[in-house]
């Protein structure tokens, strides 16, 4: 009888099982254009997880005080935001929980009708490595359903909550269609996604938490954990990624959140970000399905 090996350490487990976990979803061909639209040097794509009250109702929602955190997206993030990117002309893509969606339907009608993207970041920021496939599935098929009966478009891209990416994640988006994932962090340009060693038709915009404003400035009161990063250091490491990118000619992914990012304190560390980004010669602004296109396109 052979051994079980999901009950051995995993230094004992054979060269093949660690295979099949590392072929589940891997990083496959680099998708990198050798230009950007308009001949562009680096192209930029900003994005926002309005998680809103789902990151606290999908433990329950015990906490009234952290809802009331999760409704300052709403109520003061979301509109900031909007504004500055509206004054600086700049398209973005807002991942929203499906029931965030719900609950704040005319935010995201708004988004949409000022030119945004509305991508999919679960049912209620659920975790999918909690979840078994069939459950998974379940509510991802239904988030993409509401957002589409809200926005009246169908959602082509998708962000895992908490970057959580499960066994079968990767199958579920390609059964779904799905241009791209926005959850993994193999590269810092575009690439396609392998699941069991074959293309599996998602192309992956990497993320990073060197790149996500929630790394720098989450507090958590029970955890004891504070925010120690002042806004001006953590501008000086956006500002960094950015002039790498420009000077590889790749793209500067940024992922934020509404009530984080959108405090009028934080906010200043977006608006000098876009100041120094337009200080430069050919920047492309564009929605992660749009640069997504592109780099699918130009390296077929």
Known sequence: MSADTTVLPTWTWPEERLQTILNRARAGRALKPESWP?????????SFDSDHDTFELRDGGRSISALSQGQFG??????????LLARNSIPATFFVPAVSAIHYPDEQRGLVADGHEIALHGWIHERNTLLDADTERDLALKAADTLE????ERPIGIRTPSWDFSD????????????????????????????????SGVIELPVE???DDA?????????GLRPQIAPHDILKIFMREFDAAYQEGGIFQLTMHPDIIGHRSRLWILEELIAHIRGHEGIWFASHADVVRHAKTACS
């Open 168 to 199: 079968a994640t990767l199958a579920i988006s390609a059964e779904m269609g799905l241009l791209y994932d926005s959850s993994l962090m193999a590269d810092v340009d575009c690439y396609e996604l392998l699941m069991d060693g074959q293309p």
């Open 215 to 223: 790394a720098y400035l989450v507090m958590d009161r029970w955890g």
């Open 149 to 152: 009966a809200i926005t009246g």
């Open 74 to 83: 709403p109520r003061q993030g979301v509109p900031r935001i909007k504004a």
């Open 38 to 46: 308009g001949g562009a040097r680096c192209a930029v794509a900003l």
């Open 209 to 211: 938490w060197i790149r």
